[in-house]
Nanobody
């Protein structure tokens, strides 16, 4: 199973971006998914994610700026980012917790990251 993230880029403060993350491979089911980010010199932090039980968690810093969504039919998760600030500059990573065909257990799979740069 592989995750391919896309949608990052450079945007001015106040602008918007939509990140996408597509899972491919021998996926049986996606239990949960999340977006994390890591800014230069900082630890990776949770941006948003679902728990698999129907609820969505957001990082304390999100404050209504970002919206997490998921399309199970396409094995894709999205992160709509609005009113971007320079502090949102980071590499954004998607993670999915999946069951794989032919394997037992649940696996955490990470995407390669997509860079978001917000300029003032």
């Amino acid at each position: 199973v592989q995750l391919q993230a896309s949608g990052g880029g450079q945007v001015q403060a106040g602008g918007s971006l939509r990140l996408s993350c597509v899972a491919s491979g021998r996926i049986s089911s996606i239990h949960s998914a999340a977006w994390y980010r890591q800014a230069p010199g900082k630890q990776r932090e949770l941006v948003a994610g679902d728990t698999g039980g129907g609820s969505t968690n957001y990082g304390d810093f999100v404050k209504g700026q970002f919206t997490f969504s998921r399309d199970n039919g396409l094995n894709t998760v999205y992160l709509q980012m609005d009113r971007l600030k320079t502090d949102d500059t980071a590499v954004y990573y998607c993670m999915m917790r999946v069951r794989q065909i032919g394997l037992s257990g649940i696996f955490d799979i990470w995407g390669q990251g997509t860079l978001v740069t917000v300029s003032s």
